[in-house]
């Protein structure tokens, strides 16, 4: 590397930034459904906050610490959507049919759960997926021609 | 409520995710494929059987009563296109596991196949405008994956085009569903039906007609909107140009048929009159492509744009024999263009070149391949006693009895033109002397001609067959003229 960049501080400030936006995207997840948030939304957080870890660290560090393929969210966000929808049949209601009630679980105490959350957490897993291989697919097309120009 | 009538959607789309999880392994992928293209096929005859004995099923998803919420409408022409596309899917599997490459089967695609065919069906069986445009979005994003899968040059050129097109089609459509939401407060079908006829389709409502008419027109390839099909539609491999030729431009023609044989029906002297002049353009304009090319499989792409013209026609006559044809030569030239996309691909694969002029004699070595092609020929021209026979029959009638004596014509000389078109491949790709000894060439047709048989076998017997399905098209054509049916369908109160 020719030009090392002092980025101390873009690095220390993302360390604690990144758990401000990962914890704030799990609130958005769980907002959802009843106030502005959900799956979409949350999962464009998270990604936000991957893709912050990305820009500090760079290409390479990260992938020798997140050993985790994005591409491989997509399919499992679309089988948990897809099969919340299909879990109506069993009851033998229409497709896509979603019911809630009040719970009380233990520590957090009475709460509103929801069976469109199921819907909602596929939807979080795929947006996740798709925002990291689009973002990462570039960022690495990039990274290839630099190579090939030195 | 019925949970059938999400299955045609259902099935490929979970189909299309298990393929993803197990894309690395190409056997299984292939296996899976190949059983569950039978399967949706069963399931679909299973549910069309069900549909033409017990009416139109309707599932009104999440149990939102029918205006409110999304409805999904399994009715007789949803049915009877669905088993069609789904036919061409068997076919379409099993001539790609004998020519696709490896590295595209590597790159997804036959989960990018299934969800093709998830949103193709989804756009036939929705009963809601917005969720037509939601369907034309998902069959879009597969045919983006599929256009650029491989990256050829002239591949990227085309998709580059192909996208933009779409792209602008599809923002014109939503704003058009816009429009038509503050007008009439509605995106359910059956209900924009009612407030249509309330008003009796006034000033506006007639312009977002037009409107509605040029999206469905750019994705149905009609005259002046054909422009960037051909070329687009044949840079892919064989199977994904048989895949588009078959079933895009076709769900395009099938929305025109929805929305102006339900929605729109109150000036029918200005919007139908209009069809017909576009399909006399169209059926000229196509035939004039196809006669002006070489290339074999430009020319079968070409061949596409005059048959959605005979459709047009159909819809703009709109009586119930017109429309019965329209909805015979849907059906068959679904099965036909399959057929002969997969023939041109066959033959180009054996001479190793696209050029007409650099072909000759292929009957010799191979006269299995030049007889169906044959077939196939006089087929698409429509002469008997093949499927397009019946088709054209049915809508040139239907245009004697209303007196457009100008599309008979145009019709008729089209078809003779198509005739030349499709039989200059015949003459000089099977004809004459064999260019190439059988070593030379440069893939054997093994395995690749059975789904051709099967496409033909079908098109043969919606010809000789025609006493037999008759009856049920021109049931569904006199429901069509009557959109009281539909509506009660969806909305019992």
């Known amino acids: 590397m020719k030009n090392v960049t002092n980025d101390l501080i873009l690095k220390t400030a993302t360390t604690i930034i990144v758990f401000l936006i990962l914890g704030f995207s799990v609130y958005l997840f769980f907002a959802g459904h009843n106030a502005p948030g959900g799956g979409f939304i949350g999962g464009l957080m998270t990604s936000g906050a991957f893709v912050l870890l990305y820009i500090a660290y760079g290409f390479q560090t990260m992938n020798r610490v997140v050993k985790i393929d994005f591409k491989t969210f997509i399919p499992i966000g679309l089988t948990i959507a897809v099969l919340s929808g299909v879990g109506s049949f069993l009851y033998g209601q229409p497709f896509l049919s979603h019911t809630d009630g009040y719970f009380h679980l233990p520590i957090i105490g009475k709460a509103h759960l929801a069976t469109a959350m199921i819907f909602d957490l596929g939807v979080y897993f795929t947006v996740i997926g798709v925002t990291m291989t689009i973002i990462l697919s570039i960022a690495k097309d990039e990274g290839e021609q630099v190579e090939n120009a030195e | 409520m019925s949970n059938l009538a999400i299955l045609p959607i259902l099935l490929p789309l979970l189909t299309g995710i298990m393929l993803v999880f197990i894309n690395k392994q190409k056997t299984l992928v292939k296996v899976i494929t190949g059983i569950m293209v039978f399967v949706n096929l069963a399931v679909v005859s299973w549910i069309g059987s069900v549909v033409f004995q017990e009416g139109p099923l309707v599932l009104e998803a999440g149990d939102w009563p029918a205006p409110f919420g999304i409805v999904i409408v399994a009715d007789q022409l949803a049915m009877v296109l669905v088993i069609t596309t789904n036919l061409i899917a068997v076919a379409s599997a099993f001539y790609a596991f004998r020519s696709l490459d490896e590295q595209r089967e590597r790159y997804y695609f036959y989960a990018l196949f299934q969800l093709l065919i998830a949103g193709v069906s989804g756009a036939f069986l929705t009963g809601d405008l917005f969720n037509l445009f939601v369907f034309f979005e998902v069959l879009l994003m597969a045919s983006y994956g599929l256009i650029v899968l491989g990256g050829t040059k002239e591949q990227l050129r085309e998709s580059l085009k192909y996208i933009l097109i779409n792209l602008f089609s599809s923002i014109l459509f939503v ?62 491999p064989t199977v994904i140009s048989a895949l588009f030729g078959a079933l895009l431009t076709k769900v395009g023609v099938y929305s025109i048929l929805r929305v102006f044989s339900l929605i729109f029906i109150y000036k029918l002297e200005f919007t139908h009159q209009f069809f017909i002049y576009m399909a006399g353009f169209t059926i000229l304009f196509g035939v004039i492509g196809a006669l002006s090319t070489n290339n074999v499989k430009l020319i ?194």
């Open chain 2, 300 to 493: 079968v792409a070409y061949n596409i744009i005059p048959a959605v013209g005979f459709m047009m026609a159909g819809i703009g006559v709109f009586s119930a024999t017109a429309l019965a044809g329209t909805i015979y030569y849907l059906v068959h030239d679904m099965i036909i263009k399959a057929a002969l996309f997969f023939l041109v691909g066959t033959m180009a694969a054996i001479s190793g070149t696209y050029d007409l002029r650099k072909m000759g004699g292929l009957i010799k070595h191979h006269p299995l391949l030049g007889w169906m092609f044959f077939i196939a020929a006089l087929a698409l021209a429509g002469l008997p006693p093949f499927s397009g026979f019946i088709g054209k029959f049915l809508l040139l009638k239907g245009a004697v009895e209303e007196d457009h004596y100008g599309i008979v014509a145009v019709g008729l000389i089209g078809s003779l033109l198509i005739l030349l078109s499709i039989i200059k491949i015949f003459l000089n790709g099977f004809w004459g002397e064999a260019r190439l000894a059988p070593e030379q060439e440069k893939a054997s047709e093994n395995g690749r001609l059975f789904p051709v048989a099967l496409l033909l076998i079908f098109t043969i017997a919606l010809g000789l067959g025609a006493e037999f399905f008759y009856p049920g098209i021109q049931g569904i054509a006199d429901s069509l003229v009557d959109p009281s049916i539909y509506i009660d369908a969806v909305i019992k109160e």
């Open chain 2, 175 to 236: 704003t058009t569903v816009a429009f038509l939401y503050s007008v009439v407060g509605t995106v359910n079908m059956a209900q924009l039906a009612e407030r249509v006829a309330d008003v009796e389709q006034q000033g506006i409502l007639t312009t977002i007609a037009i409107l509605l008419f040029l999206v469905f027109a750019t994705k149905g390839a009609l005259f002046p909107l054909y422009f960037w099909l051909p070329r687009s539609y044949s840079a892919p």
